[in-house]
């Protein structure tokens, strides 16, 4: 027990009774000190045990290799595709209207097949909430999960369970560890996103000045890959003139993005430019900009779609940003889950398949499948795109 | 003071409170057996140990929880200690240092901040509320400290196994098989024992509690410092569950776990209840969620549902309470011990 006074003395002792501190603190240390003395050496004696055990590190335990979950058995390319399946995606969120675009064409492409599909998620981002739907999932047999990993490794166990149990991983979006799904769609070669969207940048704001990045969460997948090629992208000496000074996380969150945003104009007032690799974050820093002195002073470029960017592009706060089609995202995703459960792919380099509209597609390194390169959108050409 | 539910002088009162309980032990059962009978995935092992698996720390804090609220208190910075504690051991480990060694460590490092906590409260004499608040973002932030945004995993695979896998042959994984052993060791200090009525006291009236001899700072002080100590071992086992260790890791689960307590029929206020409700509403909780995601009902369905549940139990206990002081005073009879009772 721990102990910083003695006994509190009652604040209006009644008359009657003697009060004798003295007395009092003495016979509660003489009743203390073998007690703590017996906490401390069994503490003692617990460390010391543990400690002779060996015990379990980081390197004596490395046991997880780090190679993409290529299924068993032989990929027919031309097994037709199975009528009936039922697949299932789960976004880092649901209501992230870009997550909604890229599962909506999912789901239609299913159709399209004579599958079913349905979209289920959490409604935070958060780390663990995935895991209680990819076990639901499993638990109502779905043909294939395709799911975008709020972290790569969090979902790896149940995902793992799931392919155990005869069901098609795809990822897409945002990666899982390889081992823990059977192909990853990436929307974009995330060095290609990276680096055009420094470039982006620099042809607006002349290659010179102070900028910023306002990313999602600290730990998404791949804004953090895309942050590391554009760090590796401003080291080139074209872009010497260019600083970036700080990388605020928005957490997907609008209200907490265009805080951010706020505060990162308010912090470097010299700031020329922001990058927001991020739809939310893009559409909150453009209604920030947009709504504060500093319009037409500070350039934001990014990823974003252009419904949520087309009053933004008009007015003039933003000049230009990029994206895929999310929608073609979906599709190439559901096309994926159909071929692995009908056998035509098992998720191996060099393995093709045909996506539908999209034409044949042929599976990379590390199971990974290229959307494409993404679209810059401007004032010239947004009318034409609508999502 | 007495706890025990039916020598109790508040009889009425506490008559209701034992049926308060038993309806949530039977709207467990309702769920269960609708969920059995609707849903053919349910009921089934895997499914039933996913669901419970998935309470695990949730479960486990609440017991403490119980014993706060009990004692008129509450810690609302469990979650925070449980972020703190897993983005520790994700540090260390990614240090090279061994879970046995870890582990031991980042249970002193709980009982430290269940520590700060009960100091604040008992020696400052602040109001728990007030101090936990602050100590939840305080925590929060250390556990960024600590980590920053990374995320650490690769934990060895005979310790994540232990905290995901189940008893063989029953849906009971290991942390709740544990949390069980807990659950009994709690319900016997609380319920049969001078420690629990002396919680029971301090919850319903402090100062006379205080002049019956009753050590009331030095017991709060305890019940933080064992807060803290679950809800670092909480961590750990959230950390070794998920496989990933992050700064962020439990956020918000304080409320699920405040939630469960109330819905138990721990009066918020102090003075009321019993573990056995608390561990049914924690059971509910987790098993009505589970039924709604395997039936696609939506998320922010599911959070209604639950919001609902709660304003329920805490608005029915007023309800009866107003209605039968109605029902007193229209007989003209004497004022109604329940009305009288603190």
Request: hydrophobic content about 45%; some cysteine.
């Amino acid at each position: 027990m721990i102990r910083l006074r003695p006994l509190p003395r009652p604040k209006n002792p009644p008359q009657s009774t003697t009060w004798n501190p003295e007395r009092h603190s003495v016979m509660t240390l003489r009743l203390r000190a073998p007690r703590r003395l017996v906490a401390v050496a069994s503490a003692g004696a617990l460390a010391l045990s543990l400690a002779a055990c060996g015990g379990t590190t980081k390197d004596s335990s490395s046991d997880s290799g780090n190679k993409a979950a290529a299924g068993d058995g032989k990929a027919d390319p031309n097994a037709p595709l199975k009528k009936g399946l039922k697949i299932a995606f789960l976004p880092k969120q649901v209501n992230n209207p870009y997550e909604t675009i890229v599962d909506n064409a999912g789901i239609a492409a299913a159709k399209e097949y004579g599958g079913s599909a349905k979209e289920v998620g959490p409604s935070d981002a958060s780390a663990s909430s995935q895991v209680s739907y990819i076990n639901t999932l499993i638990q109502q047999r779905h043909d294939a999960i395709l799911i975008a990993a709020n972290d790569q490794n969090a979902v790896c166990g149940p995902l793992k369970q799931a392919m155990a149990k005869k069901i098609k991983v795809v990822a897409y979006d945002s990666d899982t560890a390889p081992e823990c799904r059977n192909v990853f769609i990436n929307q974009a070669s995330s060095e290609e996103i990276g680096r055009s969207e420094v470039k982006l940048l620099a042809d607006q704001i002349g290659g010179k000045g102070d900028i910023a990045i306002l990313s999602a969460t600290a730990n998404a997948t791949n804004q953090n890959t895309w942050i590391k090629y554009m760090q590796d992208e401003l080291k080139k000496p074209e872009y010497s003139g260019m600083k970036l000074v700080k990388i605020a996380y928005g957490d997907d969150d609008d209200q907490k993005s265009f805080q951010q945003t706020q505060g990162l104009l308010q912090a470097y007032p010299n700031l020329k430019g922001i990058i927001s690799p991020t739809t939310v974050g893009i559409a909150a820093a453009a209604r920030y900009i947009d709504g504060s002195k500093y319009k037409g002073k500070v350039t934001l470029t990014g990823l974003g779609t252009p419904d949520q960017m087309r009053k933004f592009i008009k007015d003039g706060t933003v000049k230009s940003f990029e994206l895929w089609d999310p929608k073609n995202l979906g599709y190439l995703a559901s096309y994926a889950a159909a071929a692995l459960s009908s056998g035509q792919i098992t998720g191996k380099q060099g393995e093709t398949f045909k996506a539908g509209k999209l034409g044949e597609r042929t599976i990379g390194a590390n199971g990974e499948v290229i959307l494409g390169p993404p679209t810059v959108f401007d004032a010239k050409n947004i009318d034409q795109y609508h999502f | 003071m007495t706890t025990d539910t039916k020598s109790a002088p508040r009889g009425l009162s506490l008559g209701r409170l034992l049926r308060w309980e038993t309806a949530v032990t039977a709207l467990l059962v309702i769920v269960f057996a609708g969920g059995a009978g609707f849903s053919p995935d349910f009921a089934n092992t895997d499914n039933l140990s996913f669901a419970l698996g998935d309470l695990s720390e949730i479960a486990l804090i609440a017991l403490p929880m119980t014993l706060l609220v009990v004692c008129g208190q509450v810690d609302l910075s469990v979650a925070s200690v449980l972020g703190l504690c897993s983005a520790l051991t994700g540090k260390l480990w990614d240090g090279g240092m061994a879970i046995e060694t870890i582990i031991p460590i980042v249970l002193v490092v709980g009982v430290v901040c269940g520590l700060v906590n009960g100091l604040l409260v008992t020696r400052l004499g602040l109001p728990s509320l007030a101090v936990t608040i602050g100590t939840m973002t305080l925590y929060r932030g250390l556990a960024y400290v600590v980590l920053g945004t990374e995320a650490i995993s690769e934990f060895p695979t005979r310790y994540t196994n232990l905290a995901t896998e189940s008893i063989p042959g029953m849906p009971i994984p290991y942390p709740i098989a544990l949390f069980a052993v807990l659950a009994i060791i709690t319900a016997v200090v609380l319920h049969a024992t001078g420690v629990g009525r002396s919680l029971f006291a301090i919850g319903s009236q402090e100062d006379a509690a205080y002049f019956a001899g009753i050590r009331v700072k030095r017991l709060k002080l305890v019940l933080f410092v064992v807060s803290g100590l679950v809800a670092g071992f909480a961590g750990i086992v959230f950390t070794l569950r998920y496989g990933s260790a992050r700064a962020d890791n439990g956020l918000g689960l304080e409320l699920t776990v405040i939630a469960a307590v109330l819905l138990g029929g721990i009066d918020f206020d102090g003075g009321k209840g019993t573990l056995g409700g608390v561990i049914a509403a924690v059971l509910l909780i987790g098993l009505l969620r589970n039924l709604l995601m395997l039936n696609d009902v939506s998320t922010e369905v599911q959070s209604i549902v639950t919001g609902l549940l709660l304003i329920i139990s805490v608005l029915t206990p007023r309800l009866i309470a107003v209605v039968r002081e109605a029902q007193g005073r229209r007989r003209g009879a004497r004022p109604v011990p329940s009305a009288a009772a603190p």
